[in-house]
């Protein structure tokens, strides 16, 4: 069994400039039409609100989820996590999936340098006859990029999910050939990037040379990287990144 994943900063909602659109669940509702139309069937999401007054009061995975399901005919699910409380709502990640979800790990990446604590989730998504683990994850910024990136190695080491089948996806907020990337990479045990590499994820609208700084890392399953690309979308400003893996 093969299927397409995709990761994606969503900028809670907001459109790349920061702005809001009106209304305020125009862009989710076009985050998951492009999640549908790309045939993915698990998502992996950054920057996901929830129950804000700024996002409108609502949960936007939640929403996501419910809209594919509408769009699809067949249910769909999630799982998420808190980096930030927001007083009101919270600010975190999410795995939205067209199979069910069991949440494996959780893992909070304090502020150490940087301005906001970030978080890692993982779930196991159960197919009809096999199984995947997935993640989710926002690393910081100002060197917090390698600190949050060793501690997501170090929890699923110890944890025992290093050799399971794993695939990890999110925003590294920083490029190929990083400190945090080669963390990713090799440290603790050993992962692959499902590619593809050299293209730009970041404000791409405002310079198509900016780096990629968006990924899926890979460990126990097959990845045909002839199919993995980056979406050409500028909802948010990132751009979702595809792969396809094999589930076994």
Partial sequence: MAIYVITWNIKAGQNRDGTYPYPKTENLDRIADAIKNS???IASLQEVDAFTTRSGDIHQAEYITNRLTVLTGVTWYYKYITSIEMNPGYYG??????????????????KVNGSEDRSFLLVRADFDSTYLYAGTFHLGLNVDQSIHAQQIKD?????GYSDQKLIIGGDLNDDEGSDPYNIMLYNVF?????????VCTLQCYNNPNNPKVDFWFKRGVSVDTSKSRVLQIDNSDHRPVLAYVYTG
């Fill in 190 to 198: 050993p992962m692959a990037d499902t590619g593809p590499g050299g």
């Fill in 39 to 41: 045939g993915a069937l």
């Fill in 155 to 159: 929890a699923l080491n110890n944890n």
């Fill in 93 to 110: 990640n999410a795995i939205v999936s067209r199979y069910p979800l069991t949440t494996a790990l959780r893992v909070s990446l304090p």
